[in-house]
């Protein structure tokens, strides 16, 4: 490709609405451009990288057995309705009505589309297992998109579905995917990490997020450096602490704390260290007849340490809150616990249910609220001066430096940006859509599946994320738009360099490089500072004065100089250096 | 690709609702699933010839200097405010509002946003000319989905804009479109046609339709075998008789049709050639005020010859019906003819203007209709009978056999599929978007635009209307979802035929062809059948009695009978027949 024929447009500042590295710098980059709130045109520049994302992807799908179609954009509502999600998805499901007044949705996932297919074409065992994929425009209304391409409305997906006669089996195409996503993200050249997620109300322990690893991402990911444990902070386990609860020394004290609401403030105010203090959340779970009234409502106080988070993943597991739960209103805090918030605890409470985190359970002489305005009682201990929790869970995110719950180590904790997730659905939607086969006895047996997804746009935004400096994006060799470019210096007055970047173009083209060639005659720091920030890893720049040498300079991207190279070796130098 | 790895389904029934060749096809080849109306699933089949449709549009494209992007599919209204469309758009524009109220569209076509990109992009004239083009999902609310992809409401459209700075060089950049489009269809195999188009309100002379020629085409298309004239039916030029009027030898005389109100019925009945009829059709016109009130009407009477068809778009073009016409009503027919249709005739009118069709102006001793029921004139005669006409127009089809506009022949007709189109746009919409670009002479000037579009998805309907027979689709090579098929005949019990089969697959796919392997195990009348229907071009059978005498069977999709080869052979001949 010659610049000249190519739509290059950089620019020196990014629009003030682009809050994140990656969102700046594809701006600048000129690789998309904004259309409205969370859409964008994916400009030449930026194409060039999403297609060969969207290859790679192809190639290894299509390597792992599974099958390229293509579901549409604008789906009936009749299928999602089926399922139920036309009606509980919120509104960042795009409803929209034809000119007869049927209505449709601009498809965020193709869960429903896909089932239907397979309860029509796979109808024996005999066709299983089977694999179907595509790549395809989605659109999800987010309230409020940002970020660029990490949290748009129009986006690519690849989403895969595998079909199986059963659970093993479906455990097998699990495997495959989570084979074929290693590779993808290998080949892709992106640092990343496979974490085990939360499966929500399907159950079951087969899902795993793929995470880029980067120091912005919105996730926290958990992992063991010294053994293969790794699992986002939704799922990660926190264990008990081994010692056990020791011996209360202390009385209890109801003790002034006037305006330390916090247990930060409360520890110190004390004195005493942030993990002698516990922390109260009030919780609240409805009974509801059948009309959907509530008849009734149960409130919980959950108990994690002072320095601990509550995990509301972890908390929507407890027997009792897996139904659904909400935060208490001040209302109803203050019927149960005749106090206002900040200063509340477990002790005196008639009525509550008491969860209480592994690690609370297993204090002791700790710090909580006294349910009295401007106080906290000091010197607490279970089964002296409150009755022992109604349950004892894992409500909390672990933290670094706490075991691993494999027992292999210590536990590390790193940022990261899903890009790609695996998930074993089971039966859930080939029951609800009633999509069944024929198995080897004669009888319909409702399939077994799983759904595969992986962000093509996102991915763009995410790999971004990793790898930049001040100059720029700093691309993997197999995801830059362009794999090498050739700055010739003064090319309109010097015969010999455009002689030269000629030849060298031509040549790299022949040896299957895809180079670019800057014709467009800008001077040398604007081409240099483009060709930065637009992230291509090899740069060749021919001018006279090496030339006359016989010498070209070839600077990678994340090189901090050039490197003097006989005109002759070139070819052979930008091979060497994508490939290494 | 093997077989057991792929997703086939064909049927032996098409659908009840399947009402065209290529459709029924299509549905029973396994290559389209339906979703909903006009909203298909592109099965692995289909998504197959999409690809490769796909994959030569893009080089033609980029090799015509052509720069790929790819714009959202739900674009804001905002712009197309500003160029009137959102209002102006009937019922088929897809219009959504998002969870915020704002109103968007889900894309039927692109200009609004490429001119949006290019008044922010293109700034200079030495960024010019530039085309960008891209592959996208559109949607068309049709009212009446049918003919599969031919007339879907979800549909795939490449298409390309390109922006100069004047005429002359837009021109340049329409030829560079033409000829590459030229090149698309001669690679894609299609037997095709490029045909002038009418342009419309914009004017000028260029547009062009480019026809798949087919039997079952929607379009007729004009054009002339002796030399290079080619128009679709809206555009081809009817010239006046060569002769001129003659003079009149008849007397006029009121003669009684009873029942007879067609030209056809009145000609059979009086003994005379349908060619001495006149047949009336009336319309109106309004004057509107400036709240859009109907403040008068005009009433018209066009006059084509018996046997000849009203052009509307022709009838557009006339002086006085530019603004936009309509069938005149009943209530207007009676008060301006005292007649109610069928025996309407231009003979003793008051206040209706008559525009008479190049070739009634030249009748003589016409039959009309007598504004009388019951009863036509014949011997009617211009300037002695009624007045000569207000206007005389070209305002009718042509019909085949006729002088060709450019005088070097008569013309022909043949039905078309409209495929394609390339469009000089002018500044139609870069002076309503104001997009500029600064002139060499530093000023703005409004770009010079041209649009280019093929109907991807369409092209699939299409190739199947001109490509088919009694068996099932015939593709040409470089659509096919495969180039060859290999069919093992008793591959499960003869190790032989395996063997075979495995070492001519590997052997074909090394040598670059895109083969099947047919490892389902089916009966060889099974799998000759699904491959005829889905119109591989070249199949090879290998049995174990050929395999004996060291041949295996080769035979066209087209051919009679297959022909023997010996094995060392085949490769070699599939590629023959694939080039051939």
């Known amino acids: 490709m010659k610049a000249s024929q190519f739509l290059i447009s950089t620019l020196k500042e990014a629009p003030a609405d682009a809050e994140i590295v990656s969102h700046k710098l594809m701006m600048r980059a000129g690789m998309i451009k904004r259309l409205g709130a969370g859409i964008y045109n994916y400009m030449p520049m930026g194409l060039r990288v999403i297609r060969k994302v969207e290859a790679i992807i192809r190639e290894e799908m299509v390597r792992a057995g599974a099958v390229e179609l293509l579901m549409p954009v604008v789906q ?341 940006i899903e890009v790609g997730h695996v998930f074993y659905l089971g039966k859930k939607y080939s029951e609800a859509m009633n999509a069944t086969f024929l198995a080897e006895d004669g009888k319909p047996r409702p399939f077994e599946m799983g759904c595969y997804g992986i962000g093509v746009t996102r991915l763009l935004g995410a790999a971004i994320e990793q790898g930049h400096d001040e100059r720029g994006i700093v691309w993997p060799v197999s995801m830059a738009p362009f794999e090498a470019v050739i700055c010739p210096i003064g090319m309109d007055r010097s015969e010999a360099v455009r002689d030269a970047a000629q030849q060298l173009y031509a040549a790299l083209q022949a040896a299957g490089v895809d180079v670019l060639l800057d014709d467009r005659g800008e001077r040398p720091g604007a081409m240099f500072a483009d060709w930065e920030l637009v992230g291509v890893p090899v740069r060749v720049v021919l001018g006279d004065r090496g030339l006359k040498d016989g010498v070209a300079e070839v600077q990678g991207r994340r090189d901090a100089a050039a490197t003097a190279v006989p005109v002759g070796e070139l070819v052979a130098q930008v091979k060497a250096r994508l490939q290494g």
Request: charged share 25%; proline share 4%.
């Open 76 to 416: 009936p509502a009749e299928l999602w309705q089926e399922t139920g999600r036309f009606d509980k998805m919120g509104p960042e499901l795009l409803r929209v009505k034809d000119r007869h007044g049927r209505d449709f949705v601009i498809q965020p996932t193709s869960e429903e589309v896909i089932t239907d297919i397979a309860r029509q074409e796979l109808r024996s065992y005999k066709q299983l297992p089977k694999n179907l994929f595509h790549i395809q425009t989605k659109f999800r209304d987010e309230r409020r998109p940002r970020f660029g391409l990490m949290r748009g409305r129009e986006f690519t997906m690849k989403d895969a579905y595998s079909f199986d006669r059963d659970a093993e089996a479906a455990g097998k195409s699990y495997d495959a995917m989570f084979a074929a996503y290693c590779r993808i993200f290998d080949r892709l050249g992106l640092e990343y990490r496979a974490v085990a997620a939360d499966t929500g109300a399907i159950g079951g322990d087969r899902s795993h997020e793929f995470q880029v690893i980067a120091d912005t991402g919105e996730d926290a990911i958990v992992y063991c450096p010294t053994s293969s444990y790794a699992a986002n902070i939704e799922l990660a386990e926190a264990l008990a602490p081994e010692a056990g609860r020791q011996a209360a020394t202390q009385a209890l004290a109801l003790t002034p704390t006037p305006g330390k609401s916090t247990c930060a403030d409360v520890a110190a105010l004390l004195g005493l260290p942030l993990t002698q203090t516990v922390k109260s959340l009030v919780l609240a779970t409805d009974t509801r007849d059948e009309q959907g009234n509530v008849v009734a409502s149960q409130v919980w106080l959950l108990l994690v340490r002072g320095d601990h988070d509550l995990n509301e993943v972890k908390a929507g597991k407890v027997e009792g809150l897996k139904e659904g739960f909400r935060f208490a209103s001040t209302g109803e805090i203050e019927a149960h616990f005749g106090c206002k918030p900040g200063y509340l605890g477990p002790i005196g409470l008639q009525g509550v249910k008491v969860v209480a985190d592994r690690t609370v359970a297993a204090m002791s002489d700790f710090v909580c609220g006294a349910n009295q305005v401007d106080h906290h009682y000091t010197g607490a201990n279970w089964g002296r001066d409150l009755p022992e929790p109604d349950l004892v869970a894992d409500i909390r995110n672990v933290v670094a430096g706490e075991r691993s719950p494999d027992g292999q180590g210590v536990l590390a904790i790193q940022r990261g």
